[in-house]
């Protein structure tokens, strides 16, 4: 039992190296086939009925990963779980509680429209200075002679990134 606790913990440590080797890789893989040749103890002494856990079927491919996409070290949960408490939550919070499912992926849907008018907002406004360069020195000299300043708003507002006006009172 010490010698398959002693093979995965080493096992462990050594898939949450920085930077792999070929002896590390090698040192790997020999804990992978320690902790799989003495396994069976925990079945004869009947701690486990088997060893059908997902988590322990992933170590199978950690070599292989490792190999293809580099050191594992930079893994872990903190995005999965912001994205959780984003979407979900947040999407909870704005149903009414009945048919939240439905609620859910109305309301994620909409989140979507908005980050993509967003984006398309942004990415004008970016657009947008570049081809307003000479219009603004016509709107500058035209502030000058006394003309039209509302002309010269327009084109601040559009070099900016967004602008949003909610009224005070309903029109209705």
Not at 101 to 114: C, D, G, K, P
Not at 157 to 170: D, G, I, L, M, N
Request: contains cysteine; charged residues 25%.
């Amino acid at each position: 039992m010490l010698t398959v606790a002693w093979a995965l913990l080493d096992f462990i440590y050594y898939s949450q190296f920085q930077l792999h080797t070929s002896k590390t890789l090698a040192e790997l893989e020999k804990c992978l086939k320690t902790f799989h040749e003495h396994k069976q103890i925990f079945i004869d002494l009947e701690i486990r009925e088997n060893f059908n856990i997902p988590k322990l079927h992933a170590i199978i491919h950690y070599l292989e990963c490792i190999c293809s996409l580099g050191s594992n070290d930079g893994y872990n949960t903190e995005s999965p779980e912001c994205l959780y408490i984003d979407f979900a939550k947040a999407a909870y919070h704005a149903s009414n509680k009945r048919d939240y499912m439905e609620q859910m992926a109305i309301w994620l849907q909409h989140q979507e429209v908005m980050w993509m008018k967003d984006a398309y907002l942004m990415w004008l406004a970016e657009m947008l200075p570049g081809s307003l360069k000479g219009s603004n020195e016509e709107i500058d000299k035209a502030d000058d002679d006394g003309e039209d300043k509302t002309t010269s708003d327009v084109a601040v507002r559009s070099e900016s990134t967004a602008f949003y006006q909610v009224a005070k009172t309903p029109t209705f």
